[in-house]
């Protein structure tokens, strides 16, 4: 069997690890551990053994080790071959359904919903979600349970940051354009206020905000598990919605939802002449959409200091860096560039620890205070972020700080 | 192979994932840049002295042979775990202990990478010079085993020019310290300059202490394109005869050209630019700005292609960057490189490349030329397909013949890489049987049961 696992855009020849050694410098679990055996190096390094059969290694040795990854995608960046490490596991997962690949698709099964909605599945039967989890985990991992576990938890309650900044003056920028807003798993079950704010902030910027199609999850998360074949679908739904609704302008508020859809032009889903071109024109990160729209503080709402954390995913979230610091103003505190919140897909439930300890570095970045907070503009980064934050810092999504006015 | 009770004594010596015996984690730690395979026995990821003094005193009695690694960008192999051994990661120890702005020095372990190093010296007004291609993704105690070179040794010099004193520990667990914090010292045998290039084979640096100058207060670079090599050779000749010394002279060759624009995002030369040199200097704000005029001034009449002047640091790193993803990016011109970083007289060097690519086109195979042309360090890789039997055979036999021609030149099978593994066949052609046996014999008195990276380097 060979393994193509190379994001193939162009070019016959399957690009290789030259073994250079670039991508170490830029992978968050590598910097956090020091452990050479977690460098994207050696998990294209694995795949190749596996492949020549060179080392005697099984399929499920290579997979398990090489599967730790948080798919932040920092290494394809930095790889001259331009080699991606998510691609790369994907597909063995997809070739060798170990037992985590096993446990993602219980956990979905499960659920009927997606890895984000799992907090709204632990608020509601917290019991039979952790019971459902160590049956499929085998015994030794209790402790990884509860740190996935965790992780769910941060994400139940209503957010803990308080608005505290309203509009003071719209933008019309969007001069009666047709737009929807694709939600996301995570604002669809578990943050219904960030699509409702979004909502406003959209029709107030003037946009012709037709109601949300059918869309479905982005199915970025169902391909770092390896379910190729839910992965398709997902994006086939989103397709046929966006064609349905006459191919609007598309809001996101979740970078990992948007780098998700954004990959869909990649892929053949049959798009018709140009189209694939259209739908990255429309595409568009809900902060570039608001123009110069005003905020004015809530003083008595206020935090201290406001911190922003740089998802991974994405256009590098550029833009929500800079409304917030257009809202913030001299409030504004740290602003990560390179610092990987640690969530990574299946590897919080394979080996929640080392997420933790990617989290750790990030924390120690942003040198938070209590009272202070951490604003982002990923569901993911929002999750891991609560679940790991020191005493006293409150994490969220940016538009969790914007009021209803 | 370790015997259970070796593993038992190395897990309780590195306790927790510090030792790994998984087999998976040890082919991860086999190989190295050269893409040469290997399989150890196990990693240990020691975090003090103390721990590697243990270390080398239990593998002396034990007789089992240690691979030193940093972060195995070496490309001749000298990491290797072609028979096995046991694979000590020295990435752990990477703390910064001590950066002197009076005494002109600092002191790290060998685990830090070389470019904090830098940045945390540059942050007190201090400067460590070497700069490998690797700077970012190499360690301290790789390039002092290597002797790494770099971009900036024409004016600068080599990793071993910046090495005051180092602290070993030898097989025994003796712990060495050789030179120290002055910046002249004459005492006795140079035994730093010994270690200095050793290639693990000597024992393993848990620390050194680096020569620093002042940070220069500015730098600029200019990147030129030829249409031809002997343009460019012209042109470099004319900066030297021009009375510049820059901090950095390097080339690329039409073959190189074409790895980076297929690999970079966008390449600033036009069509018609068969080689470019790349040209930096460094010093006071208003002797930069006056040399990099008069560089400017010698280079026109050399008929260039275009010329791209760097007056600031963002514009010199887009040019820099594009020399660091040469190596990578040959990649592009075919998937198996030979690799060879050979040096010769410095007024040789158009001689050699013109010599170089004749080979490589006689044999039918891609031979480009790169590198450090202000110091004669000409990188010169065979690109092929090392499935195709043809190619094969032509690219081992041209690389043979490169090596001869840069010989018969005067010049060395390796300026800056080490010998490692994939040298080694070569290295009689150069160094005699007296010397080679002096070597053996200097390596007996650190090694006397030979556990340090047996095989390697000379
Ligand atoms: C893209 C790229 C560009 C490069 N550019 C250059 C360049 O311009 N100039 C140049 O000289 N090299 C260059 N190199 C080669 C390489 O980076 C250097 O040889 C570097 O010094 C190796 O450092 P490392 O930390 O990766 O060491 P490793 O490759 O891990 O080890 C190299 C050798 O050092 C030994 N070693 C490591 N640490 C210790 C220690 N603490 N004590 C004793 N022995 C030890 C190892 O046993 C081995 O023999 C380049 C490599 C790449 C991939
Ligand atoms: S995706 Fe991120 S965590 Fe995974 S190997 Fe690449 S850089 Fe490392
Ligand atoms: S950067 Fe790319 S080619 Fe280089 S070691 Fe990493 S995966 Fe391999």
Redesign the pocket.
């Known amino acids: 069997m060979t393994l193509a696992y190379h994001c193939l855009h162009e070019g016959e020849r399957p690009k290789e690890c030259v ?4 991508c170490l410098a830029a992978c968050p679990l590598f910097s956090a551990t020091n452990l050479e055996e977690l460098a994207p190096r050696a998990k294209f390094q694995l795949a190749r053994a596996l492949e020549s059969g060179a080392g005697g290694l099984s399929a499920g040795q290579v997979t398990e080790l090489a599967s730790r990854c948080l798919s932040c995608g920092r290494c394809e960046k930095a790889c001259p071959e331009g080699l991606c490490a998510p691609d790369l596991i994907a597909r063995l997962r997809s070739a060798s359904p170990g037992w985590q690949a096993l446990v993602w698709k219980n956990w979905i099964g499960r659920a009927g919903l997606l890895w984000p909605a799992g907090g709204m599945l632990a608020k509601l039967v917290p019991q039979a979600l952790e019971k459902a989890l160590t049956r499929v985990l085998p015994a030794p991992l209790d402790e990884r349970a509860g740190l996935a576990l965790h992780a769910l938890r941060a994400m139940r309650a209503k957010s803990p940051v308080r608005p505290w900044l309203r509009v003071r003056r719209f933008d019309p920028c969007g001069k009666g354009t047709k737009a929807v807003l694709f939600a996301g798993c995570t604002a669809e079950h578990a943050r219904p206020e960030w699509t409702r704010t979004a909502e406003r902030l959209l029709r107030g910027a003037e946009y012709d905000l037709a109601p949300a199609p059918d869309f479905g999850c982005c199915g970025c998360t169902l391909g770092h598990a390896g379910c190729k074949a839910e992965q398709r679908a997902a994006q086939e739904r989103n397709l046929a919605a966006w064609r349905a609704a006459g191919r609007p302008l598309l809001a996101t508020f979740c970078a990992t939802c948007r780098c998700g859809l954004r990959s869909y032009a990649s892929v053949d889903l049959g798009w018709e002449p140009f189209e694939a071109e259209a739908w990255m024109k429309a595409v568009q990160p809900l902060s570039s959409l608001i123009g110069e729209t005003e905020f004015s503080v809530i003083e008595e709402a206020a935090p201290a200091r406001v911190h922003y954390h740089r998802p991974c995913h994405g256009a590098g979230g550029g833009q929500d860096e800079d409304l917030l610091r257009r809202m913030a103003g001299q409030r504004i505190g740290r602003a990560s560039r390179d610092v990987c919140c640690g969530l990574g897909g299946v590897l919080q439930v394979a080996a929640p620890e080392l997420g933790a300890r990617v989290a750790a570095d990030a924390w120690n970045f942003f040198a938070a205070l209590p009272g202070e907070q951490v604003l982002t503009g990923c569901s993911g980064c929002v999750l891991q972020l609560a679940s790991t934050r020191p005493e006293g810092v409150d994490v969220g999504h940016w538009l969790d700080a914007v009021a209803r006015n | 192979m370790l015997t259970p009770a070796q593993k038992k004594f190395l897990a309780s010596l590195f306790p927790g994932e510090a030792a790994s015996f998984d087999e998976a984690a040890c082919f991860v730690h086999g190989s ?2 050269s893409r040469l395979p290997g399989m150890p026995w196990g990693v240990v990821r020691p975090t003090s002295a103390e721990q590697v003094a243990e270390l080398l005193a239990w593998a002396q009695r034990e007789r089992v042979p240690l ?10 192999g ?2 290797v775990a072609a028979n096995g051994g046991l694979v000590v990661s ?1 990435l752990r120890m990477n703390r910064i202990l001590e950066i002197s702005p009076g005494d002109f020095l600092a002191r790290c372990e ?2 830090v990478i070389t470019a904090d190093l830098q940045k945390a010296c540059a942050a007190k007004g201090r400067f460590y010079p070497p700069d ?3 700077v970012g ?3 301290i ?11 900036r040794a024409v004016k600068y010099g ?1 990793t071993r020019d910046w090495v005051l004193g180092l602290t ?1 520990v030898l097989p025994g667990g003796a712990v060495v310290r050789t030179g120290g914090r002055c910046h002249k010292d004459v005492a006795g045998l140079d035994l730093t300059r010994l270690l200095v290039g ?4 000597l ?4 620390e050194a202490t680096l020569r620093l100058i002042p940070l220069p207060e500015a730098s600029a670079s200019l990147l030129a394109g030829f249409a031809d090599m002997g343009a460019l050779m012209r042109a470099a000749q004319a900066v030297f005869g021009g009375g510049l010394l820059p901090t950095a002279m390097e080339f690329f060759d039409q073959g190189t050209l074409r790895a980076l624009s297929l690999t970079a995002e966008s390449v600033p030369w036009p069509s018609g630019t068969a080689a470019a040199l790349l040209l930096r200097l460094d010093g006071s704000a208003g002797a930069v700005a006056a040399e990099l005029g008069k560089l400017d001034a010698l280079l026109t009449p050399c008929a260039p292609t275009f010329r791209e002047l760097a007056p600031d640091p963002a514009a010199e790193e887009r040019l820099w960057e594009l020399r ?1 993803l040469v ?2 990016a040959l990649y592009k011109l075919g998937p198996d490189k030979l690799a060879d ?1 050979l040096a010769v007289p410095r007024g040789v060097i158009a001689e050699a490349v013109a010599a170089f690519t004749a080979i490589g086109e006689r044999r039918g195979v891609t031979v480009v030329c790169f590198g450090h042309l202000g110091d004669g360090n000409v990188h010169t890789d065979v690109m092929y397909d090392a499935a195709d039997p043809r190619q094969n055979e032509a690219a081992h036999a041209a690389k043979d013949e490169i090596l001869a021609a840069a010989l018969g030149l005067g010049g060395t099978i390796t300026g ?3 010998v ?1 593994l994939a040298k080694l066949p070569h290295l009689p052609g150069q160094i005699g049987a007296a010397e080679r046996g002096l070597m053996r014999r200097l390596k007996a008195a650190f090694d006397p049961l030979g556990v340090m ?1 047996p095989g ?2 000379y």
């Not at chain 2, 691979?67 to 195995?72: E, F, M, Q, W």
């Open positions: 073994h250079c050694g670039r | 190295d840049a691979l030193p690694r940093g972060r195995a960008t070496g490309v001749a000298a990491a020295l060998p685990g490998p291609g690797s993704i190499s360690t105690g790789g390039n002092i085993a290597t002797c790494a070179g770099g971009m080599v070993a050793s290639e693990g084979t024992g393993i640096v848990v660091r190596s990578p970083d800056e890489h080490g490692g990276n390697k380097a």
